[in-house]
């Protein structure tokens, strides 16, 4: 069955950093678990180019907003192998191909009858780029997140008829089309009140995908942001248009919980007002903060840095650590002592101890070979699977690591090193070797999708008529 997972586009106005290596982790173990388990797949992500953010950021750096989108793109290309992501296309917003697309659906929309021409007046934060109602507004109209002056526009307009999709938008919120519940709440209140209509495109902006009808305006930038999921699919793979196989399939968006209001609201009523089916589910998850507790920033010292972690442990380490510190869908603090601990305790004790000792004992007492014996069956991965299905990608470490400490407790309850020294209990030692082989390749294979590198040469070792020895997974660090 074929299967479609989305990251949110990156903004170029700014470098990689942890949020957007988390959004992209947590995506790409979906993806790789989904591959395994024999699913068509079709994992998306790339760069949201147009709009303010960016040429503002452009024109501070006294740069062209192409020359600062391409400077940027290429960052976050560069991004993706590093953290090991199988993406299997990167989009750029600012691609001509994406940009005809988003032109052609949006010409839909208006020939739907859902766009008017108006006039705006409100309030807009040129970060965000969004416009800002009485309730998300901090006091003397300032942006929430950002802290700065919102500025007052007032401008003449196209519309896009928000309202006409309230109903079918409270039906779609009855569904479990937004995940994890406490985010589907969230976006319910957003339609709490009656939905206002909204401004579609910008006449001020230049950087951006040109309305057809109307050559004088852009879209406003969310609009072709979020077409991406769509239009990506009628190019990325050459010569093949795979619209109908995936967006057809189960389609999900993993998003973080800033940008609900635009997958959860306005992304199902465009693809409703353009006559396109909608996405199976939006998946939100929280936010990585300092150790402190506090939103990470360079000025509060409290920044957890991808690549310093990558550096000093490793890729594998940095993913699993991203996944099992903090529950998938809540915010929860991260630091450098905590990668820490957990790659001690975790990583090199629990797991890497558990694989040296499995494949060390098997040489020493069967000289390489798995006895053929039948093992026993600790099997955890129907709870697995239906955990990865659900996107509680933390729940499933977990029941991951479960296995790896039953495993570990079997190790001392069975002292292989003691039935070893007895010949009579050969059938038992067997039995403990086989088992202690056929779980851990089941560990490895569960966790392969967190950490597909290590577990790969786990894999292969295990794989093997006679079993060598290999170099630890996760050495232990010298210590500074
Ligand atoms: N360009 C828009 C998304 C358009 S999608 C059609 C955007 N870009 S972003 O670069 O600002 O953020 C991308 C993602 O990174 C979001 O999902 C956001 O939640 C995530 N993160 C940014 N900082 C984060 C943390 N500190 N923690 C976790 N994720 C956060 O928004």
Same mark, same amino acid.
């Given at each position: ?17 942890? /949020? ?21 797949? +079709? ?29 940027? #793109? ?14 299997? @296309? ?40 969004? @416009? ?21 526009? %007032? =401008? ?10 309230? %109903? ?22 957003? *339609? /709490? ?54 967006? /057809? #399939? ?18 199902? !009523? ?7 089916? $909608? ?40 993913? @699993? ?24 305790? =975790?990583? !090199? ?41 659900? +996107?509680? *990608?933390?729940? !499933? ?14 190790? =001392? ?19 403990? $070797? ?15 999708? +967190? ?8 894999? %292969? ?6 079993? %060598?020895?290999?170099?630890?997974? +996760? ?6």
């Amino acid at each position: 069955m074929a299967f479609y997972v989305t990251t949110p586009i990156y903004y170029v106005n700014a470098a990689p950093h942890l /949020g957007h290596a988390y959004s992209t982790i947590g995506a790409d173990i979906l993806a790789r678990h989904m591959r395994q388990r024999g699913e068509d797949v +079709f994992f998306l992500t790339g760069t949201d180019e147009h709009g303010e953010p960016v040429a503002q950021a452009a024109e501070r750096e006294g740069v062209t907003p192409r020359d600062l989108a391409d400077r940027n #793109a290429a960052r976050f290309q560069d991004l993706m192998p590093r953290i090991n992501a199988s993406n299997d @296309f990167f989009i750029r917003t600012s691609d001509p191909r994406h940009v005809a697309r988003v032109q052609e659906v949006m010409q839909r929309v208006h020939d739907n009858g859902h766009v008017y021409k108006g006039l705006y007046e409100g309030w807009y934060c040129p970060r965000c780029a969004d @416009f800002k109602s009485e309730a998300e507004q901090g006091p003397d109209h300032t942006c929430l997140i950002h802290r700065i002056a919102l500025t007052r526009e %007032e =401008e003449e307009n196209y519309f896009f008829q928000l309202s006409a999709f309230q %109903e079918r938008l409270e039906q779609l919120h009855e569904t479990d089309f937004v995940q994890p519940s406490t985010r589907a709440n969230e976006a319910k209140a957003f *339609i /709490g009140q009656w939905l206002q209509d909204i401004s579609l495109t910008r006449g001020k902006i230049t950087w951006g995908v040109t309305v057809p009808w109307d050559d004088s305006h852009v879209f406003y930038v969310w609009f072709d942001a979020l077409l991406n999921y769509y239009t990506a699919l009628s190019y990325a793979r050459p010569g093949e248009d795979v619209t109908d196989t995936f967006w /057809g #399939a189960p389609t999900h968006h993993l998003i973080g919980k800033d940008i609900l209001k635009f997958h959860t609201i306005y992304w199902p !009523a465009l693809l409703m007002a353009a006559g396109i089916d $909608l996405p199976r589910q939006v998946f939100v998850h929280g936010f990585l903060l300092g150790h402190d507790n506090r939103k990470m920033s360079k000025s509060d010292g409290n920044v957890l840095d991808p690549f310093e972690v990558m550096e000093k442990f490793g890729t594998d380490a940095l993913r @699993f650590y991203l996944m099992r510190d903090v529950a998938f869908g809540e915010d929860g603090a991260v630091s450098m002592a905590a990668v820490e601990r957990r790659y001690e305790s =975790e990583l !090199a004790n629990d797991l890497g101890n558990l694989a040296s000792r499995t494949i060390s004992m098997i040489g020493r007492y069967r000289d390489g070979v798995v006895p053929d014996a039948e093992p026993e069956d600790f099997s955890v991965t129907q709870a697995f699977d239906e955990q990865m299905a659900s +996107f509680a *990608i933390y729940d !499933a470490l977990e029941t991951a690591w479960t296995l790896v400490r039953r495993l570990n407790r079997y190790v =001392e309850e069975q002292a292989p090193w003691a039935l070893a020294k007895d010949p009579d209990k050969a059938p038992e030692l067997d039995r403990a $070797l086989a088992t202690l082989a056929h779980n851990l390749r089941e560990v490895a294979d569960l966790l392969q999708p +967190f950490m597909p590198a290590k577990m790969d040469v786990l894999l %292969e070792a295990l794989a093997k008529d006679r079993l %060598e020895k290999i170099e630890p997974l +996760f050495p232990k660090l010298a210590t500074a």
